[in-house]
């Protein structure tokens, strides 16, 4: 579990924390010919452990806010990791 949550943190365009989760965000962008371009954010939740609250603020240490904060994107698919 720890190695897969490590290399999704390596890859992602976002990392936040929220109360009950840490989650991953990896964007891309779609062109569409009826609505133009939008952007897709790929979220992987992974729930909060204190493993992995370690490595979060291990990698996310020099942040100003070390929780960080949800890119915003038009659309979104959620995929929540369980244990």
Do not use: W
Request: aromatic letters at 18%.
């Amino acid at each position: 579990m720890i190695d897969e949550f490590f290399e999704q943190l390596k890859k992602a365009t976002n990392v936040y924390r929220t109360e009950q989760y840490i989650v991953v965000q990896s964007f891309g962008v779609q062109f569409n010919k009826i609505s133009g371009s939008v952007t897709v954010s790929y979220d992987t939740y992974y729930p909060r452990t204190e493993e992995l609250d370690d490595l979060f603020e291990e990698m996310h240490s020099e942040r100003y806010c070390i929780d960080g904060k949800r890119l915003h994107s038009t659309m979104y698919v959620r995929k929540y990791v369980y244990y």
